[in-house]
Each structure stands twice: as structure tokens, then as C-alpha cells.
């Protein structure tokens, strides 16, 4: 008996047109591709199938997209199978330790930061969201764990900025790696600046509460893509 035809999905022959075509050495590691437009005439798609196909790539840690600048090639091999949930295992872990660490920092920071510890997150909020719109994904991460540690140091506990200090690199390294298979939006910026809102307003429990829930819609992204 013959095995049962599927249709594969036009998104996904369209992800494996690119993949084949970086592979091939039409785009370089580090280079950009065309715009959504040019891709889609010439691969005779939509642009909404080129949007998929390109999203299906960050995932597999193949390109990743820099808001308002374009899709860049960042491996020309995929990242598959156990390999890839092994690497969304571990981001997801570190996700879980920031949610324990980030969100009581809020709070505290609500209640115990002062008129220093209020411009030093600004400075960090400001230049945090001023890298979401232009930066590469390790410059962000950089800057948004700067901006976190910020809030944490206005917690003015000791233990828990060691805490974060101490796992700073790997929390660097584990934001990187969510920001290659993530899109960084508008909304993400609104969330961040929500939290420094609840902080300078004093509200301690809003703090913690938009903190823990914007980490949590992180880790929930996250199991959506394994």
C-alpha cells in the first residue's frame, strides 16, 4: 500500500528555498536578506508566507530580525530536533530564576529606590528601548539585563544584586538567545516602561506583578516554539 500524500504548507517550502539558498552561499553568515517584498515575487508568495517562512528560520536559529532594519543570516546550519528543545530548555530555565530574582526586586525597588536609583533605571529603561528598534541580538540583551539589574540594585539588597551578578553572563547569554527566535516589539517596550512607572509611583505589588508577568509571557513564548 502506498504511504498517504501530505500537502507541505507553502510557508515551510518557502523556509526551505532560503535555507537552501544560504547554504548555498548566496548569503553569507552576517549578511542581509532581501526585503520581504523582493523574496516574496521571487519565490511567487505572499509576503504573509515569507513573514512565516522567515519566523520558521529565527526558530531554528538560522536568521534572526532586527526591528525596523531587516532579517540578517546568523547560521547556515539549523539548529533541529533535540538540539533546539535542549536550547529552549535552557533559555526557559534561566526565564524561571529571573522570575523568582526580578520580580521580588521590583517590589523592593518600589519601596526602597531613591532619586539616583530612579535616573540610573531611566537612563537604563531609555537606552534599552532605544536598542530594540536598531541592535543586533547580543547587543540588546547586553542592554536589557543592564536595565534589569538596574531595578534590581534600587531593591538595595545586598544578597539578591550578588544573586544577579553572579548569573549576569548567563542571563546575557540565555536573552540572546531568546532574542534570535523572539521579535522584540512595540509592546515589549510598553511592558518595561509600565514596570518603571509602578517602581517610581511606589506601587510595590503593581511592580511585581507586571515584572512576573512580562517574564511569564516570555516563558509561555517559549513554549509555544518547542
Known amino acids: 500500500m502506498m504511504d498517504s500524500l501530505t500537502r507541505v504548507p507553502l510557508s515551510q517550502q518557502a523556509a526551505e528555498a532560503l535555507l537552501d539558498a544560504i547554504g548555498s552561499g548566496r548569503w553569507e553568515v552576517g549578511e542581509q536578506l532581501p ?49 533546539r528543545l535542549a536550547r529552549l530548555g535552557a533559555i526557559a530555565e534561566v526565564v524561571q530564576v529571573r522570575i523568582a530574582i526580578e520580580s521580588r526586586a521590583a517590589a523592593l525597588a518600589a519601596a ?28 540588546l540583551a547586553q542592554a536589557d539585563i543592564a536595565f534589569h539589574r538596574a531595578v534590581v540594585a534600587a531593591a538595595r539588597n545586598e544578597l539578591l544584586l550578588a544573586l544577579f551578578d553572579s548569573l549576569r553572563p548567563r542571563l546575557v547569554a540565555s536573552m540572546g538567545g531568546l532574542l534570535e527566535i523572539m521579535d522584540v516589539t512595540e509592546h515589549d517596550a510598553h511592558e518595561h516602561t509600565a514596570i518603571v512607572e509602578a517602581i517610581f509611583a511606589r506601587r510595590a505589588d503593581r511592580a511585581e506583578a507586571l515584572t512576573r508577568g512580562h517574564l511569564l509571557g516570555l516563558a509561555d513564548a517559549l513554549r509555544r516554539r518547542s
Open 112 to 139: 526602597e529606590h531613591d532619586g539616583s536609583d530612579a535616573e540610573t533605571i531611566r537612563r537604563a529603561l531609555a537606552e534599552r528601548n532605544a536598542m530594540a528598534a536598531r541592535a543586533a541580538p547580543g547587543e
Open 35 to 83: 526585503g520581504e517584498l523582493a523574496l516574496a515575487g521571487e519565490l511567487k508568495v505572499s509576503r504573509s508566507t515569507i513573514r512565516e517562512a522567515i519566523r520558521q528560520l529565527a526558530a531554528r536559529g538560522v536568521l534572526t530580525s532586527r526591528q525596523g532594519i531587516g532579517v540578517f543570516v546568523t547560521s547556515a546550519t539549523p539548529t533541529d530536533g533535540w538540539d
